[in-house]
């Protein structure tokens, strides 16, 4: 019989271990593709306050959002704005 998993009971322990491959790889491709990220290349100041964003908030100047004018906010400013449309 095979051991099963004790985080997910409903895993084996081989599925477990591939599962966590998985999520390790696509960590991995995430921070990559950050660290690909060229300033020239995006919008990387808050629209409001001007404050530096961490670059998973950065937006690409060739961006549809970007062509219309729109520019990232950092998560204080984001804060501030209500979204609820309904």
């Not at 960590?27 to 990387?44: N, S, T, V």
Request: hydrophobic share 35%.
């Amino acid at each position: 019989m095979t051991e099963m998993s004790k985080t997910w009971p409903h895993m084996t322990l081989d599925e477990e271990q591939s599962l966590r491959r998985t999520f390790e790889e696509e960590e991995r491709q995430r921070i990559a593709k950050f660290a690909a990220l060229k300033a020239e290349d995006h919008h990387i100041h808050c629209r409001d306050c001007g404050r530096f964003l961490d670059k998973s908030r950065w937006l690409s100047k060739a961006s549809a959002w970007a062509l219309r004018g729109q520019r990232p906010l950092c998560a204080p400013c984001f804060g501030e704005y209500d979204f609820d449309h309904g």
